[in-house]
């Protein structure tokens, strides 16, 4: 069989005027058998089109602030640099792979994404509009766990990780605050942030809000991840030519 191609969203230096990847985002892709390829920076319609015919599956990446204008609030002073042409491209990208009922998996600013695009809203700073005492903002090295989630009952992320709590990483400053009609909570953190998502009526459409990409390499859990989004990938592949 070949590998299913995944298609991952670039991240934007906008300082920099470029867009590149972070190595994790691929190698755990790649070591869950999958053969990942990042995707042009673009909303054209056309262009997203051969996308889908392209790629088996999308990985929503992390990034920049997810822009309060998709979830209809004015930005805070809190919030952070938004990048218009990612929200743009992952409108389409979202929306496009929903319609063909492609694979995805969203990580941190991803979860936060698709939240946003499906109707929900975003807490703008963690620290200011929800303090905790829970460490979301760990200092490196980024594949060190520093708080727990707790899988809920009867979800996939149940099925595939189990009941009880476990440990993540965690490098984020905002996160869901009111979750979208569509999707169903899959774990939550110590302080009730939500920490993973998915859609019901999809095929595979599943987020989390920590860093698997980070972890992969000494965390079983990470693993299961990436595998599960791949092997829902490889349904839509035939065999090798």
Not at 153 to 175: E, I
Request: aromatic share 8%; hydrophobic share 40%; glycine share 8%.
């Amino acid at each position: 069989m070949k590998r299913p191609v995944i298609g991952l969203v670039p991240l934007v230096d906008i300082q920099r005027e470029s867009y590149w990847m972070l190595p994790g985002y691929m190698d755990g892709v790649a070591e869950a058998g999958g053969l990942p390829i990042m995707l042009p920076l673009t909303d054209e319609e056309e262009q997203i089109g051969q996308l889908m015919a392209l790629c088996d599956g999308f990985l929503f990446t992390g990034g920049q602030d997810v822009s309060p204008s998709l979830y209809g609030k004015e930005k805070d002073a809190a919030c952070g640099e938004c990048c218009r042409q990612r929200d743009a491209m992952e409108v389409q990208l979202l929306n496009a792979a929903l319609r063909h009922d492609k694979p995805i998996f969203g990580i941190c600013r991803g979860i936060q994404f698709i939240n946003a695009a499906l109707g929900g809203t975003l807490y703008q700073d963690l620290p200011s509009q929800h303090p905790s005492k829970v460490e979301h903002h760990q200092r490196p090295p980024y594949d060190v766990p520093v708080h727990t989630v707790t899988p809920l009952p009867s979800t996939p992320l149940a099925a595939l990780l189990g009941d009880g709590p476990f440990a993540v990483n965690s490098y984020h400053h905002q996160a869901v605050k009111t979750l979208a009609p569509a999707w169903s909570a899959m774990a939550i953190a110590p302080d009730g942030i939500i920490e993973a998502a998915y859609l019901p009526d999809r095929r595979f459409v599943w987020a989390v809000q920590w860093h698997p990409e980070f972890s992969f390499r000494v965390d079983e859990n990470s693993r299961k991840l990436f595998h599960a989004f791949v092997r829902a990938a490889e349904e839509g592949t035939g065999p090798a030519l």
